[in-house]
């Protein structure tokens, strides 16, 4: 096999047939947060699709404000975690992989639903640099927070998941910890980045401690929702001070969110050929990494999920980069919300067969 994104790959210590993961994608299909027979065989479809790792959508752990959506499932609670259990079960009888993406939205709220109300929470209770909203966390919340994480993730090994992805980007819970214009503490939870990076850390072992030797990913970003200019690190050092800590802490595998996966995370520096924010990752952690960010459609995802119609697009600079191993795995997105045999029609060759996406795709689980 020439194609680089189906060679096999051994990630912290799971097996994978190919390089392709299933990015996780919200579908708000699971009715009071709990997913039925079709949320199964949506992900049973894309194990049948050659998919090489599947991790779900965004799933609320067990603390009221930890979603602002009633059709997001949860992972906690026997209804909810009966119907993981039928989703593993569905995708391991497919042979494939697959993750829960533990998490919660902090002081976020829904664009989508503006009228609904959830406990929100965050770090300052800020939904962006002086915007408040929400509650200011306490040090019992951050504690049960924690917890919260940690008990989702024995859960998840309990069930049967292949691995276990933290939620640490876009501007929800655990970024806005990171992030300096959402955390404005004045105790040991703030300072410079690598402090701000102290509630990560402390889940990153919580869940690692509950998980054992499952690989633990955690999904990380250095735009926002709230500001797509952000950068919490403005230089390779700042990067290693963030990350290094995170991977001391039991992370295992970095999965490093882009808008547009292609552009270089700095400015041109000597030797870096242009690395996106996986390659740094990679170079500065040596963790595997998994790149994200439109791959495979034209138009960047922000805009895709916006209205914004998107074609199949070339993945030839992608496939370059993966030869190099500039990083690991690959994480599709929207191309797999509206096919679930992308996978299985770019390594046969059919790319002629590829889907285009638009914003209608959401309202049905193909």
């Known amino acids: 096999m020439t194609n680089p994104l189906f060679r ?9 047939p190919n390089r392709i993961v299933m990015a996780p994608m919200t579908r708000s ?3 009071g947060g709990v997913p039925g027979a079709n949320v199964a065989e949506y992900y049973q479809r894309r194990a049948e699709g050659q998919v090489g790792l599947i991790v779900t959508e965004g799933t609320g752990v067990n603390r009221a404000g930890s979603l602002n959506d009633p059709n997001v499932p949860v992972f906690h609670g026997e209804a909810a975690l009966g119907g993981w259990g039928k989703v593993v079960d569905a995708v391991h ?6 993750a829960p993406q533990l998490w919660h939205v902090g002081a976020m709220k829904n664009p989508t639903l503006p009228d609904y109300k ?9 939904l962006r640099p002086g915007k408040a909203y ?7 919340d951050i504690a049960d927070t924690i917890a919260a994480f940690a008990q989702a993730a024995a859960d998840a090994k309990r069930i049967g998941f292949d691995a276990v992805e933290l939620h640490g980007a876009h501007g929800y819970l655990i970024d806005q910890f990171f992030w300096e214009g959402t955390n404005v503490r004045d105790d040991g939870w703030n300072g410079a ?7 990560a850390g402390e889940v990153v072992k919580a869940v690692k401690a509950a998980i054992g030797d499952l690989p633990l990913i955690i999904r990380l970003s250095q735009w926002k929702q709230q500001d797509f200019t952000v950068k919490l690190a403005a230089t390779p050092d700042a990067l290693a001070a963030w990350l290094n800590p995170l991977a001391e802490a039991g992370a295992d595998v970095f999965h490093c969110s882009q808008r547009r996966f292609w552009e270089p995370e700095f400015a041109e520096i000597d030797g870096d050929e242009g690395l996106n924010f996986a390659g740094w990752a990679k170079k500065l952690t040596g963790k595997p990494t998994i790149t994200v960010g439109s791959v495979g459609l034209s138009g960047e ?4 999920f916006g209205g914004e119609q998107s074609q199949p697009a070339s993945l030839d600079n992608l496939l370059e980069r993966l030869e190099k191993d500039e990083f690991d795995l690959v994480a599709v997105g929207r191309a797999l919300i509206v096919d679930p045999d992308w996978a299985e029609k770019v390594r046969d060759g059919r790319m002629g067969e590829l889907k285009d996406f638009d914003r209608g795709a959401l309202a049905t689980l193909v």
């Open 8 to 16: 096999p790959f051994d990630m912290a210590g799971l097996h994978l």
């Open 29 to 31: 299909f699971s009715p």
């Open 118 to 126: 959830h406990d929100a929470e965050g770090p300052s209770g800020l």
């Open 93 to 98: 009888g497919a042979h494939g992989k697959i």
């Open 134 to 140: 929400g509650n200011a966390m306490s040090d019992a």
């Open 193 to 199: 980045l690598p402090e701000r990076a102290r509630f």
């Open 301 to 304: 995802f922000v805009a895709g």
